[in-house]
């Protein structure tokens, strides 16, 4: 009887050191495929960042639009914060929102990052899971001054991994803070009256020419 236990304790543990070593690697593998589009999105920040105020806010959001586009998925963040305003939506509607919801994303991270004085990004390269989806901490270096962290909960979607959330100082949501006020313009005034407040803080972020 004692034969069969430690026969069986060898087969498992030999079992066990042949799974081990594959788990490493497509871990590791998801790991970078989740932190590429963080790296895509960070040189894009640096690239308008040093090109600065001097270079037309319009300039610098052409060249941002793309990027947000490859690293976040904007519809999925959009349907997150209006919650259940968006299914009974007409699709012509839905675009509308989401169109309205990409220029004041891109238009926000153009407003932040508008400005070089020496900062630097810090990427982490190994992701923390939260259930499906893995979180990048990055974190923003000034030359003087507090650093700041900017953590990315990236989502597997058949386009790759996207940002569906940000999380200030790594526990403040962006989805949940304007959940809120999105839900309560779409119960006011229906989409058309949360598209023009987008449309408007768009304008009001790009002094105008947004």
């Not at 990048?136 to 386009?159: C, F, N, W």
């Not at 949940?176 to 803080?201: I, M, N, P």
């Amino acid at each position: 009887m004692g034969d069969c236990r430690s026969r069986r304790r060898v087969v498992l543990a030999v079992a066990a050191a042949l799974l081990l070593p594959s788990a490493a690697p497509v871990h590791a593998a998801t790991e970078e495929a989740a932190v590429a589009p963080i790296q895509l999105l960070v040189d894009g920040l640096v690239e308008i960042m040093k090109a600065g105020p001097a270079t037309p806010f319009q300039q610098r959001y052409a060249t941002l639009a793309p990027i947000i586009d490859q690293t976040f998925d904007l519809t999925a963040i959009l349907q997150e914060s209006v919650g259940s305003f968006w299914a009974p939506l007409p699709p012509q509607q839905q675009a509308m929102l989401t169109e309205a919801f990409r220029r004041y994303t891109v238009s926000s991270y153009v407003n932040s990052f508008d400005d070089f004085n020496g900062q630097r990004f810090e990427i982490s390269p190994e992701t923390r899971t939260v259930g499906s989806e893995q979180v990048v901490e990055t974190k923003v270096i000034p030359k003087k001054g507090d650093r700041h962290e900017l953590d990315y909960v990236m989502r597997q979607s058949s386009a790759g991994w996207r940002v569906v959330d940000v999380l200030a100082d790594g526990s403040i949501s962006r989805v949940a803070v304007q959940r809120s006020d999105f839900r309560r313009l779409l119960s006011r005034g229906g989409a058309q009256a949360l598209a023009e407040s987008l449309r408007t803080k768009s304008a009001d972020l790009s002094d105008g020419s947004g």
